[in-house]
């Protein structure tokens, strides 16, 4: 399940940038999680557009509350909009986008008060 939701062609784009956890000092603890499988969740409850509580965790390992937490870590640091970024890098160097057209709507873009 988690290679349906995480293919290996995301998964090499989105491994080099998620920043490594920093290290306890005192060590020990409870083992981090892979990031793929939760990655794997999130990209499935944000496709599905269900909610937290209705992630289905047996299916990715991955408890409700560790989903909730790392998609909060990585919204903080920045990750989705590096995401995007490698992913439209690749696409260009591919050839897959026209970058002669360009649509840009008020989500995008705020709007000027008073602007034609």
Known sequence: MIRTWAPDD???IV???VKSPPRRAQGGGIAR???RAVLAAIVYAT???CS???LPTP???VSRATAHRRF???TRDGLWDRMHQA???RLGAAGAIDWSRAVVDSISVRAEKGGT
């Open 10 to 12: 995301l998964w090499d």
């Open 15 to 17: 491994k080099p940038l």
């Open 33 to 35: 999680v892979d990031d």
């Open 47 to 49: 496709q599905a557009g």
């Open 52 to 54: 937290w509580w209705k």
């Open 59 to 61: 299916l990715f390992g």
């Open 72 to 74: 909060a870590e990585w």
């Open 87 to 89: 992913v439209l890098v």
